[in-house]
């Protein structure tokens, strides 16, 4: 007996027992439901594997039942054929442009559904291996996060500013997708970096920023074996660079950056400056603007960006990711709904103390504020302030 599992949707009851009996005969697990109303109800609840759907229904017919599905990132994947007794060209080229994943003509020939099903079920395994595979990128990324309390949902507000940008700029649905892939994973390669580097209390020496310097790369590589990633490794390694060239890895400068790295610079540095950290409060959102934009006038982000970023926030396209924000810092935070300020000093993330009138303990580098800044601590301030390279 097969675990996998087919919904057949179709209106006339002679065709839904057809089905249901060819189906378990092969050892699959069949379910047939009479509309695609009832369809979406029971997909709320139950995930196949692949889906019949008759195009020819009262209601919300195939077609439409197919595009919605797709439109739909938790059933776009799952293999869809069309069954229709409609068989023209135009038919087809209908049923491609809505999405279907194939074609089947009534009467329906008993070698070509099995022989369909087949091929369409092997399909939906290497996908789901794949997304198996991306899961534990997913996890990689999501445990670098936790060991900091204080960054607990940083990458999902992330993805959720970065996204926002994209569809602002009218950029298509690949690119979005790499842009929610990389609020979560522009940092997994810190996992190459040793935890007595990321979470040293002091500065760190110039040996030790080389090691930290790395992990864009090491994020890249460790992405790279993925094709479904490809995207996503521009992100990955330059969200460090700088408009002006200052940046690393590759010191890449101006258009040179890819876009989507500038974006998620900009959604990073404005949830880093926005953030409760344990030694003080956020600043507000208008503060964290103002700090944006007189980074982007000293060469370090792209102004064009920043002030679309400032126009998406005076329209409140980022309130349930500022809502989400936790009261203390070190309970974490709660889940985000639909959808910083300098770190403190610590080597976790590239931090510098120096004293007024001393040195520095260990070299600084062009950083990006909220990830690997330098710090300045002057003993009259009542904390850290970010001291912008």
Same mark, same amino acid.
């Given at each position: 007996?097969?675990?996998?599992?087919?919904?057949?949707?179709?209106?006339?009851?002679?065709?839904?027992?057809?089905?249901?009996?060819?189906?378990?005969?092969?050892?699959?697990?069949?379910?047939?439901?009479?509309?695609?109303?009832?369809?979406? +109800?029971?997909?709320?609840?139950?995930?196949?594997?692949?889906?019949?759907?008759?195009?020819?229904?009262?209601?919300?017919?195939?077609?439409?039942?197919?595009?919605?599905?797709?439109?739909?990132?938790?059933?776009?994947?799952?293999?869809?054929?069309?069954?229709?007794?409609l068989d023209g060209a135009?038919?087809?080229? #209908?049923?491609?442009?809505?999405?279907?994943?194939?074609?089947?003509?009534?009467?329906?020939?008993?070698?070509?559904?099995?022989?369909?099903?087949?091929?369409?079920?092997?399909?939906?395994?290497?996908?789901?291996?794949?997304?198996?595979?991306?899961?534990?990128?997913?996890?990689?990324?999501?445990?670098?996060?936790?060991?900091?309390?204080?960054? !607990?949902?940083?990458?999902?507000?992330?993805?959720?500013?970065?996204?926002?940008?994209?569809?602002?700029?009218?950029?298509?649905?690949?690119?979005?997708?790499?842009? #929610?892939? =990389?609020?979560?994973?522009?940092?997994?390669g810190k996992i190459g970096?040793?935890?007595?580097?990321?979470?040293?209390?002091?500065?760190?020496?110039?040996? !030790?920023?080389?090691?930290?310097?790395?992990?864009?790369?090491? =994020?890249?590589?460790?992405?790279?074996?993925?094709?479904?990633?490809?995207?996503?490794? @521009?992100?990955?390694?330059?969200?460090?660079?700088?408009?002006?060239?200052?940046?690393?890895?590759? +010191?890449?400068?101006?258009?040179?950056?890819?876009?989507?790295?500038?974006?998620?610079?900009?959604?990073?540095?404005?949830?880093?400056?926005? &953030?409760? #950290?344990?030694?003080?409060?956020?600043?507000?959102?208008?503060?964290?603007?103002?700090v944006l934009r007189q !980074?982007?006038?000293?060469?370090?982000?792209?102004?064009?960006?920043?002030?679309?970023?400032?126009?998406?926030?005076?329209?409140?396209?980022?309130?349930?990711? &500022?809502?989400? #924000?936790?009261?203390?810092?070190?309970?974490?935070?709660?889940?985000? =709904? @639909?959808?910083? &300020?300098?770190?403190?000093?610590?080597?976790? !993330?590239?931090?510098?103390?120096?004293?007024? =009138?001393?040195?520095?303990?260990?070299?600084?580098? @062009?950083?990006?504020?909220?990830?690997?800044?330098?710090?300045?601590?002057?003993?009259?301030?009542?904390?850290?302030?970010?001291?912008?390279?």
């Amino acid at each position: 007996m097969s675990d996998r599992t087919i919904l057949v949707v179709d209106d006339e009851e002679a065709n839904r027992e057809f089905f249901i009996s060819v189906l378990r005969a092969e050892g699959y697990c069949a379910i047939a439901v009479a509309s695609a109303r009832d369809a979406l +109800g029971l997909l709320a609840c139950v995930t196949p594997d692949l889906l019949l759907v008759d195009v020819m229904m009262p209601g919300m017919d195939g077609l439409d039942f197919c595009r919605l599905l797709k439109a739909e990132e938790a059933t776009r994947l799952i293999p869809l054929v069309l069954v229709t007794a409609l068989d023209g060209a135009e038919d087809r080229v #209908r049923g491609i442009e809505a999405g279907a994943d194939d074609y089947l003509a009534k009467p329906v020939r008993l070698m070509e559904l099995r022989a369909r099903v087949r091929s369409l079920l092997r399909m939906k395994q290497y996908v789901d291996q794949l997304e198996n595979a991306e899961a534990v990128l997913f996890s990689l990324a999501l445990g670098v996060e936790a060991k900091d309390p204080g960054l !607990e949902h940083h990458c999902a507000r992330l993805a959720h500013y970065a996204t926002a940008l994209g569809r602002a700029l009218g950029l298509d649905a690949e690119t979005l997708e790499a842009l #929610r892939r =990389g609020g979560v994973l522009h940092d997994v390669g810190k996992i190459g970096v040793p935890d007595a580097i990321l979470f040293k209390a002091g500065g760190l020496t110039s040996d !030790e920023w080389q090691v930290m310097r790395e992990h864009p790369v090491i =994020g890249e590589r460790i992405c790279r074996p993925l094709r479904s990633m490809q995207g996503v490794l @521009p992100i990955i390694r330059h969200h460090h660079e700088r408009w002006n060239g200052s940046g690393y890895p590759d +010191g890449l400068a101006g258009p040179a950056i890819p876009l989507p790295a500038r974006i998620l610079q900009v959604a990073d540095v404005f949830d880093a400056l926005t &953030a409760t #950290r344990p030694y003080r409060g956020p600043l507000t959102p208008e503060e964290a603007v103002r700090v944006l934009r007189q !980074e982007a006038a000293e060469g370090s982000w792209d102004r064009d960006l920043v002030e679309l970023f400032a126009r998406l926030l005076s329209a409140g396209l980022f309130a349930g990711a &500022a809502a989400s #924000r936790p009261s203390d810092p070190v309970r974490g935070m709660p889940p985000l =709904g @639909p959808g910083g &300020a300098p770190r403190p000093p610590r080597g976790g !993330e590239n931090a510098r103390l120096e004293t007024r =009138g001393g040195p520095a303990p260990g070299p600084a580098a @062009p950083t990006t504020p909220g990830e690997d800044a330098p710090r300045t601590y002057r003993p009259q301030d009542p904390e850290p302030i970010l001291c912008v390279a």
